[in-house]
C-alpha cells in the first residue's frame, strides 16, 4: 500500500478525525427553529441569491446572509451568538426574503438569532437604548415637536397616547425574568 493511501485511509479513522470535520451541531439547530417558524434553514441550499440586493454585505464589511445561513445550517452558534456578533449588522429589510428561491426567510433566521443574543443579554448600546425607549414611553423613537409638526403638515391626526401600562404587563408578565439588561440596570440602583 502506498504511502499517500495509507494517510488518507488513517486520516478517517474512528480514533483520530481529521481536524477539518465540521460537526454539525443539532441542539443549536432544533433551539433555532423552535425560535422561528421550524427549519427554515435546512431548505437553504447556499444559492447566494439573499446576498445580491442585501444593504448590509454591499456596504458593510463582513456582513453575508448566505454566510450566515451555512453556519446555521453547520449548527455553529458559537461563532454567531457572540458579543461582536455580526447579526447586528442585518438591516431587516427583507430583500433576502424576497429573493430566496426556497423561501427560507434568511431574515426570520437572523432576526431569531438576534433575539437569541438579547435572551443572552448581548446586543449593542443603540439596540439598548430603544428598549429602554420602548419600556419607558411605548415607542421606540420620541415623539417631539418637530414630528408633530410634520404630522400636521401631512394632515395626519395627532398621534395617540400610548398604553404603557398594558404594554409593560405584555413585555414582562408575573412568571417572566426580566431581560438581562434590565437586572443589570436594578443592579446598578436604575429604576424599571
Known sequence: MSKARRDSDSAGSASTPPADIVRVNFEFRRELARKV??????????????????????????????????????????????????????????NCHERCPQDVKPVEVIISLKNMLSDLGIYPDNVDKVIKAFEETG????????????????GL???PPVPVDEIRQLIEPD????????RADADKGGTE
Open 139 to 154: 415607542r421606540t423613537t420620541p415623539v417631539n415637536p418637530a414630528v408633530q409638526r410634520q404630522r400636521e403638515r401631512f
Open 157 to 159: 391626526p395627532p398621534l
Open 37 to 94: 417558524e421550524g427549519n427554515l434553514a435546512g431548505f437553504c441550499y447556499q444559492c447566494g441569491a439573499c446576498v445580491g440586493d442585501c444593504p448590509s454585505a454591499t456596504y458593510g464589511g463582513g456582513f453575508n446572509p448566505r454566510e450566515i445561513m451555512l453556519k446555521v445550517l453547520y449548527g455553529l452558534g458559537e461563532e454567531l451568538l457572540t458579543e461582536d456578533s455580526i447579526l447586528w449588522q442585518c438591516t431587516n429589510c427583507y
Open 175 to 182: 412568571n417572566a425574568e426580566p431581560r438581562a439588561g434590565a
